[in-house]
C-alpha cells in the first residue's frame, strides 16, 4: 500500500485560513480519527527551537498548534503539549522563555492545555527519552519545514530530538557529530518514539543556513501531514529540489524499512507537487567542517568537545540532591561549597537534572563552541 501525504495551500498564519487548511490537511489522508483514537491522552510536539517572536520563522507558528489541538480536541483528547528546546535552553527556566516568546504559552491557556515541560527521562533501548511519552496514549509531532545545518533538512524525523530531555541532547550531538551518526541517532529516536501523525508547518520555510538565525525565510505557503515520517520527509526533500535519498535520516529510516521514500510509493493527495516545485532551495553549505572530518581524527575531537556542569553558589541551598544523585561520586560538600571532581565527571547532567534549586548551569569547552556543537 502507498504511504499518504497530504499537501495544502496556505498563504499566511491568519487564525480562520490556517484551521481550515490544517483540517483540510488532516481529512485528506483519512481525518483525525484515523490516527488518534477519540478520548485518548495525546503529547503534541511542535518544533521550539529557541525563544524568539513567530515572525522569525524559526518554532513552529502557535497558530499551527492552535489548529492542531483544536482538531484533537473536537474527538474529546486530553492533551499535553511540551518540548526540549534547543541544548542550551534545557533549563528550565530558558524552556519557559520559549513557551512564552514562541506563544505556546498562550495558546495553550486559550486552549485549556496542559504545557509540560521534559525535565524527567525514560530509557528505551538506551535512548533517553522524555517521560510524558508514558503518560500518553498517542504522539503528533508539528514540525517546521527549515533547512539544517548538519543533517540538511530539519522536519519530521528531526523534530523528534526534541524528545530528548535538554541536558541529554549534549551527549548524544558530543559522541554522534558527524552528519551520517547523527542521522542514525535520529531514526533511534523515531524508531522508539513513532508519531501516530506529523502535521509541517510549512507556510514560512526555512532555506540557507537553517535551522535558525543564519537561515533565510522562505514563503512556502504549505502544510503538509501525513502518518509516515520518511514519506514527509521524502515530500520535503522533492520540494526542495533534491533526491530524498541525500536526506541520511530518510534513507537510514527507509533502509530500516521504518516507511517510505520511494517517490512512486507516495500517494500525494491535494496540491500537485508539479505544481509546487519552483526553485530549488538554497542550501545549507554541504563542505561543511562536521563532514570533511577524517575518521582517524574523530576520537581525538570526541576528547575536546566537552559539556560540564558549574555550580551557581548564589542560588544553590545545600540541599545535597545533586551529591546523592551524581553516579560516580564526583560531587562534594567542601566548605559549605559544592565541588564537582570533573577527572571523575562523565557528564551524564542526573545534578542539573535534579536540583531543586536550578541551581547547576551545563557549559561547554571552547572547541565546542568553536565547531557550533
Ligand atoms: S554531570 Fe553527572 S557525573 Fe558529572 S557531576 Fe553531575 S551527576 Fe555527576
Ligand atoms: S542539588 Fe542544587 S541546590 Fe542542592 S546542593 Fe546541589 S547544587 Fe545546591
Given at each position: 500500500?502507498?504511504?499518504?501525504?497530504?499537501?495544502?495551500?496556505?498563504?499566511?498564519?491568519?487564525?480562520?485560513?490556517?484551521?481550515?487548511?490544517?483540517?483540510?490537511?488532516?481529512?485528506?489522508?483519512?481525518?483525525?480519527?484515523?490516527?488518534?483514537?477519540?478520548?485518548?491522552?495525546?503529547?503534541?510536539?511542535?518544533?521550539?527551537?529557541?525563544?524568539?517572536?513567530?515572525?522569525?520563522?524559526?518554532?513552529?507558528?502557535?497558530?499551527?498548534?492552535?489548529?492542531?489541538?483544536?482538531?484533537?480536541?473536537?474527538?474529546?483528547?486530553?492533551?499535553?503539549?511540551?518540548?526540549?528546546?534547543?541544548?542550551?535552553?534545557?533549563?528550565?527556566?530558558?524552556?519557559?522563555?520559549?513557551?512564552?516568546?514562541?506563544?505556546?504559552?498562550?495558546?495553550?491557556?486559550?486552549?485549556?492545555?496542559?504545557?509540560?515541560?521534559?525535565?524527567?527521562?525514560?530509557?528505551?533501548?538506551?535512548?533517553?527519552?522524555?517521560?510524558?511519552?508514558?503518560?500518553c496514549d498517542f504522539l503528533v509531532s508539528i514540525p517546521k519545514f527549515k533547512t539544517h545545518d548538519l543533517t540538511i533538512l530539519t522536519g519530521a524525523i528531526k523534530n523528534l530530538f526534541g524528545l530528548v530531555p535538554g541536558t541529554f541532547k549534549t551527549e548524544l550531538h558530543k559522541n554522534h557529530f558527524k552528519p551520517e551518526d547523527f542521522s542514525k541517532i535520529l531514526v533511534d529516536i523515531y524508531q522508539r518514539a513513532r508519531p501516530a501523525l506529523t502535521l509541517v508547518d510549512a507556510i514560512t520555510a526555512m532555506e540557507g543556513e537553517g535551522p535558525a538565525t543564519s537561515g533565510k525565510l522562505r514563503q512556502t505557503n504549505l502544510l503538509l501531514a501525513s502518518g509516515d515520517c520518511v514519506a514527509l520527509d521524502s515530500v520535503m526533500a522533492m520540494i526542495m529540489g533534491i533526491e530524498p535519498g541525500r536526506i541520511f535520516t530518510t534513507r537510514e529510516a527507509s533502509k530500516r524499512g521504518l516507511g517510505v521514500s520511494d517517490k512512486n510509493s507516495i500517494s500525494i493527495k491535494g496540491e500537485s507537487l508539479k505544481n509546487i516545485i519552483s526553485q530549488p532551495f538554497e542550501l545549507p553549505p554541504t563542505g561543511s567542517f562536521k563532514k570533511k572530518i577524517p575518521e582517524p581524527l574523530v576520537n581525538i575531537i570526541k576528547k575536546l568537545i566537552k559539556y560540564y556542569p558549574v555550580i551557581n553558589h548564589k542560588k544553590c541551598t545545600r540541599c545535597r540532591v545533586c551529591i546523592e544523585v551524581c553516579p560516580v561520586k564526583a560531587m562534594n560538600m567542601k566548605n559549605e561549597r559544592i565541588t564537582v571532581n570533573y577527572s571523575k565527571c562523565i557528564a551524564c547532567f542526573c545534578c542539573q537534572e535534579n536540583c531543586p534549586a536550578a541551581a547547576i548551569n551545563i557549559k561547554k569547552s571552547i572547541f565546542a563552541k568553536i565547531i557550533g556543537l
Open positions: 500500500m502507498k504511504a499518504e501525504v497530504s499537501i495544502v495551500s496556505c498563504r499566511n498564519y491568519q487564525r480562520n485560513q490556517v484551521q481550515e487548511a490544517v483540517k483540510k490537511a488532516i481529512e485528506l489522508i483519512g481525518g483525525i480519527s484515523k490516527f488518534v483514537r477519540p478520548g485518548s491522552r495525546v503529547l503534541v510536539k511542535p518544533n521550539l527551537l529557541m525563544a524568539v517572536a513567530p515572525e522569525a520563522g524559526i518554532d513552529t507558528h502557535p497558530e499551527v498548534v492552535r489548529a492542531v489541538v483544536k482538531i484533537l480536541k473536537e474527538i474529546n483528547c486530553r492533551v499535553i503539549l511540551g518540548d526540549a528546546p534547543s541544548v542550551w535552553a534545557g533549563h528550565s527556566e530558558n524552556t519557559e522563555r520559549v513557551y512564552e516568546l514562541s506563544g505556546v504559552k498562550k495558546i495553550c491557556e486559550e486552549e485549556g492545555v496542559r504545557l509540560v515541560k521534559f525535565e524527567r527521562k525514560i530509557w528505551r533501548d538506551g535512548i533517553p527519552l522524555t517521560s510524558r511519552l508514558d503518560e
